[in-house]
């Protein structure tokens, strides 16, 4: 597969709930979808199937390993279940019952995760840092990490149609639109939003968001950027995203995760599957918990903010230019 070029929306107004909007229209169509929530409809847009689908909306209450059990047997009397919880307690709580329920049979179920990465204002009871290194060790599982309103729709539509296992990262409330409305998605496919000769920035999920304010501020001091956004983690494209890193002596990997396991292992494994001698700077959460506070400060605390990851990317620039 090669990497498909994806338009950008203007700017624009955000989006009011996507995901509920996206999980109605797809039971319309789908007669088999039953969503289940764990204590968590309020929060994760759910509420909207719950009012449309009554009888096709499960309330397991606070019980997360309950929910991946029970969807799994769903999953296995010939229905399509979307297990809805955040992402700490679909995974970290609830990861043997996923790999269990989920991953040993049959065609699995959507789980869809919502405040991955540092976007709960709490510690590390909710931050959910790790979940994609998690489920990229399950055999079978579909790893998905949407950029914003668009694709998280889009995706949605995908891993309820898709034969298999599907972890994904949710949006919630307000989200901010990037694409534009020409952005076709597909599992698996990797996109260059950002065409530029001088830096290669690679991004996933919020991380892609994040790239894209930093490649403003680089270009403002003469560097252009390009940027690949790689949303489905597994499977990813390694042909692809090896083929992009060939055109850069290194390149940046941006991610709402550690840097363990993340998009950066993902985009490391191409490398070397290939023999590239690109150079990879990793910029994601760091291997400790992060603090506690409102996205915007945790950014800061973590040199994930826009500033602190431009000037990460230019100081790689430079030392690049002095030794090459």
């Excluded at 039953?34 to 309330?59: C, G, N």
């Excluded at 809805?84 to 959507?110: D, H, I, K, N, S």
């Excluded at 869809?112 to 599982?141: K, N, S, Y």
Aim: glycine share 10%; net charge neutral.
């Amino acid at each position: 597969m090669t990497v498909s070029a994806a338009p950008l929306a203007p700017p624009g107004p955000r989006v009011d709930a996507p995901f509920a909007s996206a999980l109605v229209s797809a039971g319309h169509r789908r007669p088999d979808l039953v969503v289940l929530s764990a204590d968590l409809s309020k929060y994760t847009d759910v509420a909207d199937f719950a009012a449309a689908f009554p009888e096709r909306f499960i309330q397991v209450g606070m019980a997360e390993q309950n929910l991946m059990g029970i969807a799994g047997g769903l999953a296995k009397t010939g229905f399509r279940p979307v297990a809805v919880t955040y992402c700490v307690f679909a995974t970290r709580r609830a990861f043997e019952q996923v790999a269990m329920a989920l991953t040993t049979g049959g065609p699995g179920a959507v789980v869809a995760a919502f405040l991955p990465g540092i976007t709960t204002p709490f510690r590390a009871t909710h931050q959910g840092t790790e979940d994609l290194a998690l489920m990229r060790t399950l055999p079978g599982m579909t790893v998905i990490d949407p950029v914003d309103a668009t694709e998280l729709a889009a995706a949605l539509d995908a891993a309820v149609d898709h034969t298999g296992p599907v972890y994904l990262r949710g949006l919630r409330g307000s989200v901010r639109r990037v694409l534009g409305p020409g952005h076709r998605f597909r599992i698996g496919a990797a996109y260059e939003l950002l065409s530029g000769g001088d830096v290669g920035l690679i991004g996933t999920g919020l991380g892609t968001q994040w790239a894209l304010d930093a490649a403003q501020l680089v270009a403002a001091r003469g560097v252009r950027a390009s940027l690949l956004h790689v949303p489905t983690l597994k499977p990813a494209d390694e042909q692809a995203i090896a083929a992009y890193c060939a055109r850069f002596p290194q390149v940046t990997t941006i991610e709402n995760h550690t840097t363990v396991g993340g998009l950066g292992s993902v985009v490391a494994d191409a490398v070397t599957a290939t023999g590239l001698p690109t150079r990879i700077h990793r910029l994601g959460v760091p291997d400790r918990w992060a603090p506690a506070g409102s996205l915007d400060h945790v950014r800061r605390q973590l040199g994930l903010d826009a500033e602190s990851l431009a000037a990460a990317v230019l100081t790689h620039h430079r030392q690049e230019a002095r030794t090459s």
